[in-house]
Structures are given as structure tokens and as C-alpha cells.
């Protein structure tokens, strides 16, 4: 599991960039999120989650905020 912080919303598309701890911006989409929603995330809230790769590169899944 990787913990980082949202680095930047992008609401009316219905996705964003976290911070990865290691250094690494990693997109993630709406539909990605566990228990939380969308427009309650604000830039700078800790998550957690895991990483795929996709045709585009490192995508978030399973995020959801830190410690919940």
C-alpha cells in the first residue's frame, strides 16, 4: 500500500494527481476512490492506495484516505 497526499484535482473531468511518499505523481479517477467521494477530497489530504500500471502509466487504485 502507498500513502501520499492529493497533489491537484481536476473536478469537472472527475480525476487527479497524488504526491507519492517516493517522489512520483500518480493519476487516479473517481471511480478509483473506496469510501470517500470525490468532491469531499481537497488538495493536500493524505490517502493510501495501490499502484497498476496502465497504457498511460502508474494509476492509483483502491484509494482512499489515510487511516480510514
Excluded: C, W, Y
Excluded at 487527479?16 to 500518480?26: K, P
Amino acid at each position: 500500500m502507498h500513502t501520499g497526499k492529493v497533489k491537484k484535482l481536476v473536478r469537472e473531468r472527475g480525476f487527479g494527481f497524488i504526491s507519492d511518499t517516493d517522489g512520483s505523481e500518480v493519476f487516479f479517477h473517481k471511480n478509483s476512490l473506496v469510501d470517500v467521494e470525490f468532491d469531499a477530497l481537497n488538495e493536500n489530504d493524505e490517502l493510501e492506495f495501490e499502484v497498476e500500471q496502465s497504457p498511460k502509466g502508474p494509476s492509483a487504485t483502491n484509494v482512499k484516505l489515510a487511516g480510514k
